[in-house]
């Protein structure tokens, strides 16, 4: 039963207001940030925050919590599996 716990705790999700302050949970690693950009991989895949004055105000890894702030322009995902078989098939392929 613990396990499944952990699972539902874990679930991906995101809420943004008023492009200032973004809420993302789920998050398994944060990859790089700076002021104008913050990588995390999420539950969901790779998630890239683009902006400006991003600033990260929490950082809970433990509980997949991450949370932004700044003026945030936009933000995509990137399955990583996809990615990953990309730069294989350039070197093998």
């Known amino acids: 039963m613990a396990e499944k716990g ?3 705790e874990r679930k991906h999700a995101l809420s943004m207001r008023e492009r200032e302050y973004i809420n ?5 690693e944060v ?3 700076d002021d104008r950009m913050v990588q995390l991989q999420t539950d969901c895949g790779e998630l890239t ?9 929490t950082l809970d890894i433990g509980r997949g ?10 933000f995509y995902y990137q399955d ?3 990615q ?3 730069l ?3 070197f093998f392929g």
Request: aromatic share 2%; hydrophobic share 35%.
């Open 80 to 82: 990583s599996t996809q």
């Open 31 to 33: 990859e790089s940030f």
């Open 84 to 86: 990953k078989k990309g």
């Open 88 to 90: 294989r098939a350039r």
């Open 49 to 57: 925050l683009e902006g400006e004055g991003l600033h990260i105000a």
């Open 24 to 28: 993302i949970m789920g998050v398994t």
């Open 6 to 8: 952990i699972e539902q």
């Open 65 to 74: 919590l991450v949370e932004v702030t700044g003026h945030i322009n936009g």
